[in-house]
C-alpha cells in the first residue's frame, strides 16, 4: 500500500512529460542477444570455469573424496522474461561437473544442474540519465544432483557435500556472473545520449525523458531528442505531429525504433540554411535555357523589358522552418519561401525582375545505412505562388507553375539532396547496425523495423 502510495505521488510531483519524439520498444529477440553478445564478449563462462576451479575459502570437501575440482561447466541456457514495471526476469541454467577421487580408488563424479535466477531491475542512471540494469536477488536453486558414488552411501555424503559446500560457494560465484554481465550489457548504452553530429550544421542527442518502462512484451524507452545549431542554440521539436506510440501491429518478440515527424521536422530545420540556393547558368539539364527568352514564353512582360535574351539568375531562398508530414507509405518536405529572378546584362550587375511567394511539396525517400538514416527528394508539386513584387509590372504568375516547377526539379532538388546526403544518426546503443533493417512510413512518424541477425 505504501508502496503503491509512494508511486501515485512521487508520479504527481514528476513534471508532465511531452511526447516523446523518438521511441524505442525493444523485444525479447534483441534482449536475448544483448544477453548474449554481453556473455561472449565478457567471456564470463571461462571465467566461471577459471573460478571454479579454484580452492575456495571455507570449503569443507566430502570426506571420502580427494583431489577435488571443477571438471566442467557447460554453456548455460539463458531465459529471459519481462517483468512488467520491474525489468527483466534472468535464469542462467548451467550444469557443473565435479571430480575427485573416492577413498577406494575410483574416479568420482559428481554433476550438478543449478539455475541461476536474479531480477535485471531497468532504470535510469541517476549521474548519467542512461538506461541501466541492476540485478537483485541473486538465487541458486539446486535442479538436479547425479553421482557414480555407490548408491547407499549416495544422499548422506552428497547432501553434506551440497549444504556445506555447494549452496555456500556458488551465489559467490555465480551471482557476480550475472552482474559482470549485466556491466557488459549496461556498457552498451553509454554512448546513446552523446551529440551526434549532422555534418557541419548542428548535432542531434537523444535524451532520456525518464525511466524505460517494462511491459509484458518489452521494453519501451522514451526520448525527447534535442536538435541543436553549430552555434549552440537549440530547435524546438514542434507540437504537432509529436504524438507517437509504441507500434503494435509488429509480430511478438520484434524490436522498433519510432522517429516522430516532428523530429525529422527539427532536424530539416538545421539544414535550413543549405536549402537557400541561387540557380545560375544557361544550362540546366534538358531544360529549355535558363534566359529571359525562354522566360517571356510564360510571362510577356519579360518579353517587352528585355528585347535581347539575357541569363537568368534565379534566388530561392527557405524563409519558414521546412515541415516533415508522413501519412501511411509517403512522405513530403513542405517549403516556404520566396523566388525571386534576375535577368544578367553583360556589362551591368544583376537586376531583380520580380518576387515571388512559394510553397511547394518534394517527396522523401527514405533509407539505412549502419548508423543513419538517409534521405533524397524528388519534386511533388508547387503549391502555392503569389507575386510579392515585381519591377516589370504586374503578371499572372500562374503561367510560371510549369516552369518553376521544372526548374525546381532540375536545379534545385539535386543542390537539397546534395546537402541531404549527411544523413541523420541514429540512436547508438547495445551495437546496433541499422544497414538490415527496413523501413515503414505510419502515421506521424517513420518506423525502423530492427533487426537482430
Ligand atoms: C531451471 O532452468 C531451466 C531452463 O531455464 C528451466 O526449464 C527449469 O524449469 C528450471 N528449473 C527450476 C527448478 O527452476
Redesign the pocket.
Known amino acids: 500500500m505504501l508502496r503503491i502510495l509512494c508511486l501515485v505521488s512521487c508520479a504527481l510531483l514528476m513534471p508532465s512529460m511531452a511526447d516523446p519524439g523518438a521511441l524505442l520498444k525493444l523485444g525479447m529477440e534483441f534482449m536475448n542477444k544483448a544477453v548474449k553478445d554481453a556473455m561472449t564478449e565478457s567471456q564470463i563462462l571461462e571465467k566461471m570455469a577459471a573460478m571454479a576451479s579454484q580452492k575456495q575459502a571455507g570449503v569443507k570437501s566430502i570426506k571420502s573424496m580427494t583431489d577435488m575440482k571443477v571438471k566442467e561447466v557447460t554453456p548455460p ?1 539463458i ?1 529471459l522474461d519481462f517483468l512488467p514495471g520491474v525489468g527483466i526476469f534472468q ?1 542462467v ?1 548451467t550444469r557443473i561437473t565435479i571430480t575427485g577421487k573416492s577413498f577406494m580408488g575410483g574416479t568420482m563424479e559428481i554433476i550438478v544442474v543449478v ?1 541461476i535466477t536474479a531480477t535485471n531491475r531497468l532504470q535510469q542512471d541517476e549521474a548519467t540519465g542512461l538506461p541501466m540494469f541492476q540485478s537483485e536477488g541473486c538465487q541458486i ?1 539446486l ?1 538436479s544432483v547425479k553421482t557414480n558414488l555407490p548408491s547407499k552411501m549416495l544422499p548422506k555424503v552428497v547432501n553434506k557435500f551440497l549444504d556445506s559446500t555447494l549452496k555456500k560457494v556458488l551465489p559467490g560465484m555465480m551471482c557476480p556472473a550475472i552482474d559482470t554481465v549485466l556491466e557488459y550489457v549496461n556498457q552498451k548504452w553509454t554512448h546513446l545520449m552523446d551529440p551526434m553530429p549532422v555534418g557541419e550544421a548542428g548535432s542531434i542527442k537523444y535524451i532520456l525523458t525518464g525511466t524505460p518502462t517494462t511491459t509484458a512484451s518489452y521494453i519501451e524507452v522514451d526520448f525527447s531528442p534535442v536538435v541543436q545549431r553549430e552555434e549552440g542554440d537549440t530547435i524546438a521539436l514542434p507540437e504537432d505531429g509529436a504524438a507517437i506510440t509504441a507500434p503494435e501491429d509488429y509480430p511478438d518478440g520484434s524490436s522498433q525504433l519510432v522517429l516522430s515527424a516532428a523530429f525529422f521536422t527539427a532536424e530539416f530545420t538545421l539544414l535550413q540554411k543549405y536549402f537557400d540556393v541561387d540557380i545560375k547558368g544557361k544550362t540546366i539539364g534538358k531544360l529549355p535555357p535558363h534566359t529571359t527568352k525562354t522566360l517571356s514564353r510564360f510571362v510577356p512582360r519579360v518579353g517587352k523589358a528585355y528585347r535581347k535574351s539575357l541569363p537568368l539568375m534565379t534566388q530561392i531562398r527557405i524563409s519558414k522552418p521546412p515541415k516533415d508530414i508522413m501519412k501511411p507509405g509517403k512522405s513530403q518536405l513542405h517549403l516556404h519561401g520566396t523566388i525571386e529572378m534576375f535577368a544578367i546584362p553583360p556589362k551591368s550587375g544583376p537586376s531583380s525582375m520580380f518576387v515571388l511567394e512559394i510553397r511547394f511539396s518534394l517527396d522523401i525517400q527514405y533509407s539505412l545505412s549502419e548508423d543513419k538514416v538517409h534521405m533524397v527528394t524528388s519534386m511533388n508539386k508547387l503549391l502555392d505562388l503569389s507575386v510579392v513584387s515585381s519591377s516589370i509590372r504586374p503578371f499572372k504568375e500562374k503561367k510560371l507553375k510549369i516552369f518553376l516547377t521544372s526548374l525546381l526539379q532540375e536545379a534545385y532538388v539535386p543542390v537539397i539532396n546534395g546537402a541531404l546526403e549527411v544523413g541523420f544518426p541514429l540512436p547508438d546503443f547495445l551495437g546496433t547496425k541499422y544497414g538490415q533493417s527496413e523501413l515503414a512510413i505510419v502515421e506521424n512518424a517513420l518506423v525502423v523495423d530492427l533487426r537482430t541477425s
Open positions: 541456457i531465459t535464469c541454467s539455475n536453486v535442479v
